[in-house]
């Protein structure tokens, strides 16, 4: 099975900062790699899919880089309803492993 | 508009069998592959299971549940079934059901429902 480890587990941050979460994959993953925003009680969000494409509705101030196994998720000017975790998850092989998730809190 | 209810959940004995629903809106449920993925009490986000866009019913099983959910299309009802048996008190947590596209990306995802497996 192919190990997803995101990194932070968590982190600190103010409205209007910039913040990069890492996920790094145990093997080659190519392009198939999501990022998911959850918040307490509810669903996960898709916010970015294929390492770089922005989910429809999804603010621009989110966007995503990588190849291969090492992806990053840039939250630029945070806003007050982006305190949330985050999750990576690869679909390059079943099974679809999710990170442990980033608690982004204030 | 697209939505997904997932319905089911109930608090169980361990070896006892559940099904879950999953009863899709909006759309065909069976042009898409749907997804179910799991979350313990305080926990992150586990894949369960993937059914395959069509009407194959081919799927894919975390071992964790291999051999003991088993999921199914119900066509006519535009409804994913998650047929739970032998629970175990790790598979407690809230089921999710999801949409998937372009390669099993969840773009729409159900509220959840709880199984709690306890004696």
């Known amino acids: 099975d192919i190990q997803m480890t995101q990194s932070p587990s968590s982190v600190s941050a103010s409205v209007g900062d910039r913040v990069t979460i890492t996920c790094r994959a145990s093997?080659?993953?190519?392009?198939?790699l999501a990022w998911y925003q959850q918040k307490p009680g509810k669903a996960p969000k898709l916010l970015i899919y294929?390492?770089?494409s922005l989910q429809t509705g999804v603010p621009s101030r989110f966007s995503g880089s990588g190849s291969g196994t090492d992806f990053t998720l840039t939250i630029n000017s945070l806003q007050p309803e982006d305190f949330a975790t985050y999750y990576c998850?690869?679909?390059?092989?079943?099974?679809?492993?999710f990170g442990q998730g980033t608690k982004l809190e204030i | 508009e697209v939505q997904l209810l997932e319905s089911g959940g109930d608090l169980m004995q361990p070896g006892g069998s559940l099904r879950l629903s999953c009863a899709a809106s909006?759309?065909?449920?069976?042009?898409?592959?749907i997804t179910w993925v799991r979350q313990a009490p305080g926990k992150g986000l586990e894949w369960v299971s993937t059914?395959?866009?069509?009407?194959?019913?081919?799927?894919q099983y975390a071992d964790s549940v291999k051999g003991r959910f088993t999921v199914s299309r119900d066509i006519s009802k535009n409804t994913v079934h998650l047929q739970m048996n032998s629970l175990r008190a790790e598979d407690t947590a809230v089921y999710y059901c999801?949409?998937?596209?372009?390669?099993?990306?969840?773009?729409?995802w159900g509220q959840g429902t709880l199984v709690t497996v306890d004696s």
């Open positions: 093997q080659d993953i190519s392009n198939w």
């Open positions: 909006g759309f065909t449920s069976s042009r898409n592959a």
């Open positions: 059914i395959y866009s069509g009407y194959s019913g081919d799927a």
């Open positions: 294929s390492v770089f």
């Open positions: 999801a949409r998937t596209i372009v390669r099993y990306y969840g773009d729409y």
């Open positions: 998850q690869q679909t390059n092989n079943f099974p679809h492993t």
